[in-house]
């Protein structure tokens, strides 16, 4: 892609275990941070690092959906160490937790 921003989401659709750093974004891109958070936003509505949270959630919460890994396999594996900040972030995205979550999708915990 030509597009340096359609490059980054691409970057990060690869690789949502990585904790990814605004600069580390913005520096992808080739653009200042101040620039490309403007930019960014101007075209996809919300911050990067809100738009990241939401892609590395929607992942979570698909392995939820169709994996039976442990909960916390999971949250290791898209890049969080501390379950509990796992869960603050998943419950940010889907307003329930990781455990309801997959209760109410799957009809197991």
């Known amino acids: 892609h030509s597009d340096p921003l359609r490059r980054l989401i691409d970057e990060l659709e690869k690789a949502p275990a990585k904790n990814w750093t605004l ?3 913005a520096s992808s891109t080739g653009l200042s941070v101040s620039h490309f958070r403007a930019l960014f936003k101007a075209r996809h509505g919300q911050s990067p690092v809100r ?4 892609l590395r959630m929607r ?4 392995f939820l959906r169709e994996t039976e890994w442990p909960i916390k396999q999971i949250a290791q594996q ?3 160490k501390e379950l509990p900040h796992f869960y603050r972030a998943f419950h940010s995205i889907h307003r ?3 455990a309801r979550y997959r209760k109410e999708f799957c009809g197991w915990a």
């Open 78 to 80: 898209f890049g969080f």
């Open 23 to 25: 600069a580390q974004m």
């Open 59 to 62: 992942e979570a919460a698909r």
């Open 51 to 54: 738009f990241f949270q939401s």
């Open 96 to 98: 329930a937790t990781p």
